[in-house]
């Protein structure tokens, strides 16, 4: 019997603004009005100084550590923008840009990284779930946001953010698995900032792409410039469409880079070249988008300059708030983890001080306050 191929595919990489200035206007041409390209630039911008605080904040001791977002704006804030409000943002923890578009005010992110739980808990009515520090365990949550809007007959969908090593997880493939299997509409959006704290890509992947993982589950899959904020508007609002008319996940590939240290607990030049950073530099999203507002005349010094000065105002308001709140009661760790709490963790609640002091939980007096 001859051999004849059983499977073949590609894999597309999408590019429509290069760092070379380029744009593609067969792609591009009407894909984002001006006047959200400039909002969506000055928001980028606002993002990036909020890093220069929070490391500020860090170094002086009021923040416990905090992981820069630098150069990977474009990619949640290009897909929060693509995406319905009523979509849910299932994020990692270097997404503040899709996360402030969406509406989520900026101290939550900053008390989260003071250690004050109060940052994870989302204002009622936005589609956000709180960070997720645990590597890999948030796509199985969106996953089952998804399954959950399926079920009732809606036609929402989940975007869950995840980086390069997080798809050596099992959590990433069991919901990958789970997704394809069930039909369940879910972006898999992967952030390959080309390291994995300090394990580089080549390593943690020895396939040509991490976006061919998901041939193997049987999705539509995709590559794109994750520094160009058009291609991941485009290839996000693709993923959406197929979502919604077909239930089918998507994978995407989002190539960028982490211009920072992975927390500032790190110091990355222990483990990669400067030269590399440099020319990592030159592709920054937020230099390669100015660069095309100056082209068409929609942006000037003038107005960096009075955007800066705006984004220092908000950000500073949003450190007081931070700062000003009041301190958190000890019965407020037991207060955002159930609707209803459950029986167990009400005598945990009532007889908390007590147990701390070495009595008896069962003999305590359980109608006294926490």
């Known amino acids: 019997m001859p051999v004849e191929p059983v499977f073949e595919t590609k894999i597309d990489r999408v590019t429509i603004l290069d760092e070379h200035g380029r744009f593609d206007e067969e792609l591009g041409a009407g894909l984002i009005p001006d006047e959200d390209v400039v909002e969506l630039y000055k928001h980028m911008t606002t993002c990036r100084h909020l890093d220069e605080i929070a490391f500020k904040l860090q170094r002086s001791g009021r923040m416990g550590t905090y992981p820069e977002n630098r150069g990977q704006e474009a990619t949640s804030l290009g897909a929060a923008y693509a995406l319905r409000p009523d979509d849910w943002l299932v994020t990692c923890y270097r997404e503040n840009a899709g996360l402030f578009w969406r509406g989520l005010p900026m101290e939550y992110v900053l008390l989260h990284w003071m250690g004050d739980e109060r940052g994870n808990q989302i204002p009622e009515g936005l589609n956000v779930t709180p960070l997720a520090i645990p590597i890999g365990t948030q796509m199985l949550h969106a996953t089952g946001l998804a399954w959950a809007s399926k079920y009732r007959g809606e036609d929402g969908i989940a975007c869950t953010f995840f ?39 080549r390593i943690q992947c020895s396939a040509p792409t991490i976006a061919q993982r998901g041939l193997g589950y049987g999705m539509d899959c995709v590559q794109v410039d994750g520094n160009d904020i058009f291609a991941v508007v485009k290839v996000v609002r693709d993923a959406a469409e197929r979502a919604r008319t077909t239930n089918r996940p998507t994978f995407i590939e989002a190539i960028t880079y982490r211009l920072g240290d992975h927390t500032t607990a790190d110091d990355a030049r222990r483990y990669r070249d400067e030269e590399e950073v440099e020319m990592w530099k030159l592709r920054d999203p937020l230099i390669r988008l100015r660069g095309w507002l100056d082209a068409r005349g929609l942006w000037d010094d003038s107005k960096q300059a009075k955007l800066l000065e705006d984004a220092d105002e908000q950000i500073n308001a949003a450190v007081q708030r931070a700062n000003d709140i009041e301190p958190m009661p000890p019965s407020e760790f037991f207060a955002h983890m159930f609707k209803s709490m459950p029986a167990n963790l009400q005598k945990q609640m009532q007889t908390m001080r007590t147990s701390s002091l070495g009595r008896n939980p069962e003999t305590a007096d359980q109608s006294a306050p926490a």
């Open 163 to 201: 980086g390069d090593g997080a798809t050596s997880e099992g959590d990433f493939h069991e919901a990958m698995n789970f997704a394809a299997n069930l039909d369940i509409p879910v972006i898999f959006f992967c952030q390959n900032n080309c390291w994995a704290i300090s394990v580089p890509t």
